[in-house]
């Protein structure tokens, strides 16, 4: 599949996971109530941008976000999305094309006070100046005209300067409730024989919360948490929430 395919792909499957976001701001009263504080936040070396799906570019850029582009503000709105095509790491981009059609799927899973809060983050490698690459962080939140209208998205880029982050693309869904980790397919194979909820439950359990606080965090049932955990040792192959974290310190960092 063409890159530009998968570009358009990932782009529309976000734009129908968001196009019901419940914050109502057009672009103006946006931009006018927005781009004081993120001005400031070039000055902490903190990228921001507001994008819009409507129009496919860019709305406002502050500074640093040009800064680390390394190119002209008026070359980088009239690319749009197509800079993070050059920027992006050739590897990860089409990762992070296929993490976002994953973030979707868990989006729609996610009831209505958990969407009104969902942020989502990125983790890639991005060119800086001539053929250096740095990895990034991009948090993005989405915000909706209104309930049938096309989305704009307030997005943030931090350059991460710690040598031991892990060599590995990933996409985080966070709520004010929980966070998802959702990886690509292929880059890990024991992450990709569970799912996103079983994941979720083997990380807390790796960091020794309980079986009891683990369905108070999630907000189900113990007995949900103990199917769940039933699966996740069964996929792996293992007889013990003990012998899964094992396999989980041999091949994942902890998030």
């Known amino acids: 599949m063409p890159l530009e395919k998968e570009n358009k792909t990932a782009l529309k499957v976000w734009l129908l996971a968001t196009q019901h976001a419940p914050i109502n701001k057009d672009i103006n009263s946006l931009i006018k109530q927005m781009a004081p504080g993120l001005n400031l936040l070039s000055d902490t070396q903190i990228a ?63 009831k209505p006070k958990e969407k009104e809060t969902v942020h989502f983050r990125f983790f890639f490698r991005m060119k800086k100046g001539i053929g250096d690459y740095a990895w990034f962080m991009q948090t993005s939140k989405h915000f909706s005209n209104g309930e049938n209208e096309i989305p ?18 990933m996409g985080v869904l966070e709520t004010n409730s929980r966070r998802i980790d959702v990886f690509p397919d292929g880059i890990d194979d024991l992450v990709s024989k569970l799912t996103a909820r079983e994941f979720e439950i ?24 103990k199917t769940h955990r039933r699966n996740l040792l069964k996929k792996l192959e293992v007889s013990s929430v003990m012998q899964a974290v094992g396999l989980m310190e041999a091949d994942t960092p902890l998030s």
Do not use: W
Request: hydrophobic content about 40%; overall charge positive.
């Open 152 to 169: 704009m998205e307030v997005g943030y880029l931090i350059e991460l300067f710690d040598p031991q982050h892990p060599l590995r693309v």
């Open 48 to 110: 921001a941008f507001i994008y819009n799906y409507e129009k496919g570019g860019y709305d406002y850029l502050n500074e640093h976000f040009v800064k680390i582009m390394n190119e002209e503000r008026e070359a980088i709105i009239e690319k749009g999305i197509k800079i993070m095509q050059e920027k992006v790491h050739k590897d990860d981009f089409p990762k992070c094309l296929n993490i976002t059609q994953k973030a979707f799927s868990e989006y729609l899973k996610m």
């Open 202 to 225: 083997l990380q807390l359990a790796r960091q020794g919360v309980k079986t009891k606080k683990i369905a108070v965090k999630l907000k189900l049932t113990e007995n949900t948490i």
